[in-house]
């Protein structure tokens, strides 16, 4: 292990941080059999720590315990909720650094994009702690003068979070922040390859005054978790963030006891450049969408849809953009592009990148893995890339940029809609008519006009198509976590 890796690791033992069991009604557990699962830096292959292999019995025990707080909590009121969130906020902040050390350490990212997590996963907090207090009813015109009608929204109940690896904090705190808000309680299921964020952000949730059992945390095998939040009628949601498959089979295990879901999903964005563009601000952008998290994104440009008259010029610009990017362990200062999460993930960009030359691609830059070993991949660009590719049909999720050229707009967002994804789109373009236009036309729930990094903790964020139900984020998101309760108030005459 690296002096770097050993000295982070001693630092989040001291600040008690690195949690390495998980959490249920409040108390630190081990699997009930003694199973383990390693979690690994992806960019070393060392053993951070060892975490309980958790399934059935773990899961309904962490149910149980949501269950019983669920009618506590919600009885709190919106101020005392929002306060103990506010309360979590701050912690996370002050523990920043070391919060990005861990997410570093057990996903590889740079530790500058970490840090930027920690500060995106933190302000839903802060947001929901405000929005906490915004649950507002209606009062309704009746229709008869002895009556009177109005619209209760009440928490939905014990809410089951199942989220990623690419983003450890943000896609916990993006569900955990409004569920808590309005009075639900969660069981969190983070992925087996980056619990350690999921663990400490619980430990701070604690001694934020979050009350033990609102918000557990059980990880391991991943069926029997995922079937014992399904099968459960105590159990009233469902809300996940991964690949559209898997969000399929919840959709479909959740109709038996029919709870509400929220799905986020996989896309295939297109970042459509116009030859109007402003090229130091497509490439910017381009570079942001794509690269980012070494393309480990949802969001991510998957295609880059170039007009012709602009192509050879952006390609050459993107290009030198795209070779001073430094490849290398997170940990190193300077450092921009960290390696794939497991050799699973270099194989799939492999796969995709054979698949597009051997149908004309050509490799501009990159198309192979990384002179760093273990799941390093070079940054890659790829020129004259078709719709019929792998590349330009499905999600690569690594670090690689197809570049697709197009005559007109019409063509362009013909090609950009041809899937059945639909999260976000990225155009370029100094014309603000067609800014409209064709953020209209594209079928997706995000879209970017010049810009490259568009999530918010304001805004809503979601899909369409395949990408998805639902919305996280903003004013919006909270009603995910809520029910509607109609009440007739009748013979107030009498």
Request: charged share 20%; with cysteine; proline share 4%.
């Given at each position: ?27 630190w ?9 390693q ?19 773990e ?27 506010r ?72 809410v ?18 409004p569920?808590?808000a309005c ?23 604690l ?5 033990p ?36 089979k ?7 006891t ?60 993107l ?40 149908k ?36 690569v999720?690594g ?7 197009f005559?007109?707009?019409?063509e ?19 014309s ?39 919305r ?23």
């Open positions: 292990m690296s002096t770097d890796a050993q000295a982070a690791i001693a630092r989040l033992r001291d600040s008690g941080l690195l949690k390495s069991k998980g959490l249920v009604g409040g108390k557990v081990d699997s009930y059999d003694g199973k383990t699962v979690v690994q830096n992806p960019a070393t292959g060392d053993v951070i720590a060892n975490v309980p292999c958790m399934g059935k019995r899961t309904d025990d962490a149910i149980s315990s949501a269950y019983n707080t669920f009618y506590s909590w919600s009885k709190r009121t919106a101020s005392e909720r929002s306060k103990c969130l309360k979590w906020y701050d912690l996370i902040v002050s523990h920043k650094e070391d919060l990005a050390l861990l997410i570093t350490l057990e996903q590889g990212k740079p530790l500058k994009e970490a840090l930027g997590e920690v500060s995106y996963g933190a302000a839903f907090i802060e947001f929901f702690a405000e929005e906490a207090k915004r649950i507002y009813g209606d009062i309704i015109p009746p229709t008869s003068s002895d009556r009177r009608l109005f619209v209760l929204k009440q928490p939905v109940g014990v089951g979070a199942i989220t990623p690896w690419n983003f450890p904090l943000a896609m916990i705190t993006r569900k955990v922040g569920a808590l009075g639900c309680t969660v069981i969190v299921k983070p992925s087996e390859y980056t619990p350690l964020t999921a663990l400490a952000a619980a430990d701070l949730a001694q934020a005054g979050i009350p059992g609102a918000l557990n945390v059980v990880m391991g095998n991943a069926p029997d978790i995922g079937d014992s939040l399904l099968q459960s009628t105590q159990v009233r949601k469902i809300t996940f963030t991964g690949s559209t498959a898997v969000g399929k919840l959709m479909a295990g959740s109709a038996n029919v709870k509400k879901v929220s799905l986020e999903l996989g896309g295939n964005a297109p970042c459509i450049v116009f030859d109007d563009a402003d090229l130091d601000v497509a490439v910017k952008g381009s570079l942001a969408a794509k690269f980012r998290n070494s393309g480990q994104t949802c969001v991510c440009a998957n295609r880059i849809l170039v007009q012709e008259g602009i192509y050879d010029e952006f390609a050459n610009a290009t030198k953009a795209v070779q001073n990017l430094q490849v290398g362990n997170g940990l190193v200062e300077g450092v921009v592009q960290g390696p794939l999460i497991n050799e699973a993930a270099v194989e799939k960009v492999e796969k995709f990148v054979n698949d597009a030359t051997s004309g691609a050509n490799v501009i830059l990159g198309g192979k893995r990384h002179s760093l070993g273990m799941t390093f991949y070079e940054p890659t660009i790829l020129g004259n890339v078709n719709s019929e590719m792998l590349v330009s049909r499905e999600e999720f670090p690689v940029a197809p570049l697709l050229p005559k007109t707009e019409e362009a967002i013909k090609i950009a809609n041809d899937t059945n994804a639909g999260l976000a789109a990225y155009i370029f373009t100094k603000i008519p067609r800014s409209w236009r064709v953020s209209e036309a594209l079928e997706y729930g995000l879209v970017g006009v010049n810009e490259g990094l568009i999530s918010t903790e304001v805004a809503p964020f979601g899909g369409a198509k395949q990408s998805g139900l639902g996280e984020g903003s004013k919006y998101g909270i009603d995910e976590y809520l029910e509607l309760k109609y009440v007739c108030m009748g013979n107030l005459e009498a």
